[in-house]
């Protein structure tokens, strides 16, 4: 359904040196799955969502790279054509909805903006149709939150609030950038159950951007990792925890499990990963990871690794996988 095809987006800021946020990314979403990209803050996830609905700011350059929705490359159809496409086809959550809601419109209004804009109708059909939205996700008196303002709303409610104008046209694809990072455990597990019930409504492809292992792990049918702005490792869910292969995404999910073990009040030493992220304005020729890596090798500080593929489904990027390399 979408296939992005090695993307690679520079920030060019008026001062300071340039920032490579993303170098090299190729992925595929498929129709109805939920694909969970994971890494650490600055690694190009938000990024790679804004990209892909031809949202990234002016200072922002796409060096390379396709974008295809349906085999269309959105990046090269024009602003008109590509407006069409988002919020229609392709939607997003954005991780601040307090800051992504209009502070003096209603929300019905807001709402029903999206539906204006791609499915003409009638005000009283618009209004209509935005209550039902309310009650699916999860209003019980969606006419009175219809009127409300944004600030009259808790933290929870406003997400759920951007989650109906995100899937008001039933999109084929809903972006969730963080959809939980500002919500308490009970309320992010009630907007993960809310996505998992409309993607069996719609069939809806849902892409979630998080930090959190754990929120993978229980949400995603696919994992996809990220550092420093590449792909390192992807495959499916059950199996990228189960059995991590590159350094990084073990690092990742030993966190995860020592976090899971641990009781209340426990004292425990958690795993880390030593060092710091790369400089994204001086990132070497060779593996980014391997300044941190307890397994390089030589070669990781000459030269990147290429995409290997140990088992089906399964892709990393690491130099003790690829059977091409003397020592993998």
């Known amino acids: 359904m979408l296939e992005i095809r090695e993307l690679s987006v520079t920030y060019c800021p008026a001062s300071g040196d340039n920032v490579r946020a993303l170098r090299n990314i190729r992925l595929e979403i498929r129709g109805s799955e939920i694909v969970g990209i994971l890494g650490e803050s600055g690694c190009g996830k938000s990024t790679l969502a804004h990209a892909t609905l031809g949202l990234l700011p002016a200072h922002a350059r796409?060096?390379?790279g396709e974008i295809f929705w349906q085999g269309r490359n959105l990046l090269g159809l024009p602003e008109s054509e590509l407006r069409a496409v988002r919020g229609r086809y392709i939607s997003l959550v954005s991780q601040q909805p307090a800051l992504s809601l209009n502070p003096v419109l209603t929300v019905g209004t807001q709402i029903g903006e999206v539906l204006r804009a791609h499915v003409p109708s009638a005000r009283w059909e618009r209004r209509d149709r935005v209550c039902e939205?309310?009650?699916?996700v999860g209003f019980e008196q969606p006419n009175a939150v219809y009127d409300a303002y944004p600030h009259q709303l808790s933290g929870g409610q406003r997400q759920r609030i951007v989650i109906a104008q995100a899937v008001a046209c039933r999109p084929a694809l809903l972006i969730a950038d963080e959809p939980t990072s500002k919500l308490d455990g009970l309320l992010s597990s009630e907007i993960l159950t809310l996505l998992s019930e409309l993607r069996k409504r719609y069939g809806t492809a849902i892409v979630v951007i998080s930090h959190d292992p754990t929120l993978c792990a229980a949400f995603a049918d696919r994992i996809v990792?990220?550092?420093?702005?590449?792909?390192?490792?992807a495959g499916n869910s059950a199996a990228v925890f189960a059995r991590p292969l590159h350094p990084y995404t073990r690092a990742l999910v030993g966190l995860m499990r020592s976090s899971t073990v641990a009781g209340v009040g426990?004292?425990?030493?958690?795993?880390?990963?030593?060092?710091?992220?790369?400089?994204?304005t001086t990132i070497s020729i060779g593996c980014s990871f391997e300044p941190r890596c307890p397994e390089r090798l030589e070669v990781c500080a000459l030269r990147s690794p290429e995409d290997a593929v140990p088992e089906p489904s399964r892709c990393v990027s690491c130099f003790k996988y690829d059977e091409s390399f003397p020592n993998a």
């Open 62 to 64: 796409i060096e390379q």
């Open 133 to 136: 939205l309310l009650g699916e």
């Open 266 to 280: 426990a004292k425990i030493s958690f795993p880390r990963i030593d060092g710091e992220s790369p400089d994204p």
């Open 225 to 233: 990792l990220m550092y420093a702005g590449r792909i390192v490792e």
